[in-house]
């Protein structure tokens, strides 16, 4: 069961992890990102992806652009079966929470939740709108952090708890019109955006951090997708898959 996925942020780390994952099982995938299409890392996407990818440029804050994304996809490509929603950023500076500045706050959040959600929410409103005999579905990417409290990252981590919500929302809102929605919760992923700390969680790992004693890779998101955009996880709706070898486990 393929056709066309929406990837947000699908140019690079677990997006293109989960594209390329995609892309082997026969769909068309159409990754939406900020990045100009002519961007170094937009090319070098497509020239990995091959023939069955498309880029669109799309900043997940303008949300009016939304109407306009979606109906290229749809020229291009056609109708979007299955959205992953994976764009996202961290937060622009680590620290205490009770400094955290309003501005600075608006711009993890703009992106990692209110963006997220009123694409969803057009993607969703197009697949009722177009009734089909194929399964389809909505992936949530969120993180550990939905609720596992970093308090020096407090607007990353309201962000992903509020983007596990969303994806239950949806998954109440849709069962019945057989589209599937689920959440995956990548824990310590190894990508651009964990780069800089790195050398300090490798130290935790070795230590005991991660039961399964290693950096996850973008291929071990990729292969929870998989399935539950196959329709082979559809009575699972509404799901929370732990994608962070055991990181959110409570241990003594």
């Not at 900020?34 to 070098?44: I, L, R, V």
């Not at 109708?79 to 929470?97: F, Q, Y």
């Not at 993890?108 to 009722?128: E, K, S, W």
């Amino acid at each position: 069961m393929t056709g066309v996925a929406l990837i947000t942020g699908g140019q690079k780390g677990i997006g293109l992890g989960v594209a390329q994952a995609l892309v082997s099982a026969g769909w068309h995938v159409a990754l939406a990102a900020s990045s100009d299409a002519n961007s170094d890392g937009a090319q070098t996407a497509l020239e990995t992806l091959g023939p069955q990818a498309r880029y669109y440029q799309h900043d997940m804050r303008h949300i009016d652009g939304i109407s306009a994304l979606l109906d290229q996809i749809e020229t291009a490509q056609g109708p979007v079966r299955s959205l992953i929603s994976n764009a996202g950023v961290s937060v622009r500076k680590r620290g205490d929470l009770l400094d955290v500045a309003p501005a600075d706050y608006d711009h993890t959040v703009d992106i990692n939740l209110r963006g997220g959600f009123f694409l969803a929410q057009a993607v969703a409103r197009r697949m009722l709108a177009q009734p089909s005999q194929s399964y389809r579905s909505l992936v949530f990417v969120t993180s550990v952090s939905a609720q596992m409290v970093s308090i020096e990252r407090a607007e990353y981590c309201i962000s992903k708890a509020g983007a596990s919500m969303m994806a239950q929302l949806f998954a109440a809102r849709l069962a019945a019109e057989d589209i599937g929605v689920f959440e995956v919760r990548p824990g310590l992923t190894e990508t651009a955006m964990t780069a800089g700390s790195k050398d300090a969680f490798s130290k935790r790992i070795d230590a005991g951090l991660v039961p399964a004693a290693r950096w996850g890779q973008p291929s071990d998101i990729a292969n929870c997708v998989l399935p539950l955009v196959s329709g082979q996880m559809k009575f699972a709706n509404g799901a929370v898959i732990p994608a962070d070898g055991g990181l959110s486990i409570n241990r003594l």
